[in-house]
């Protein structure tokens, strides 16, 4: 059984930095080494967006709005992900979700292609 957990939200002053985590257990397509993962957030109202997904190359796709800011990261020993987040602005307040999908040859930042995900961990910056 897939599970996904994250870490490490908090509350945040802009222009600061935070690393969030997502420890992934059961995700065999981890251990075969094709699969994609990312993270995605939602804020109150707003649809869920992708935020950037990793494959297993090591290909990124980061979504406009964090690019130049986020870098995501893995630690493929201990199955975890990161997010560091730097320069947090306030509509960077979200919920963050980790999510993984069974191996479809897409990693996109669209929701739609994941089958797993995370209870979400929540991000607030204030100004």
């Known amino acids: 059984q897939v599970k996904l957990v994250e870490s490490g939200g908090a509350s945040v002053q802009a222009g600061g930095s935070l690393r969030i985590s997502c420890a992934a257990s059961?995700?065999?397509?981890?251990?075969?080494?094709?699969?994609?993962m990312g993270w995605f957030r939602q804020a109150p109202g707003n649809e869920r967006e992708g935020v950037v997904v990793?494959?297993?190359?090591?290909?990124?796709w980061y979504g406009p709005s964090v690019t130049g800011r986020f870098t995501i990261s893995q630690d493929k020993a201990k199955n975890i992900l990161y997010l560091q987040m730097n320069s947090l602005k306030p509509e960077d307040t979200a919920v963050y979700y980790c999510?993984?999908?069974?191996?479809?040859?897409?990693?996109?930042?669209?929701?739609?292609?994941?089958?797993?995900w995370g209870q979400g961990t929540q991000v607030t910056v204030s100004s």
């Open positions: 999510a993984a999908q069974s191996w479809s040859g897409v990693c996109s930042l669209e929701s739609r292609w994941y089958d797993y």
């Open positions: 059961g995700f065999s397509e981890y251990i075969r080494g094709s699969y994609c």
């Open positions: 990793i494959q297993s190359d090591g290909g990124t």
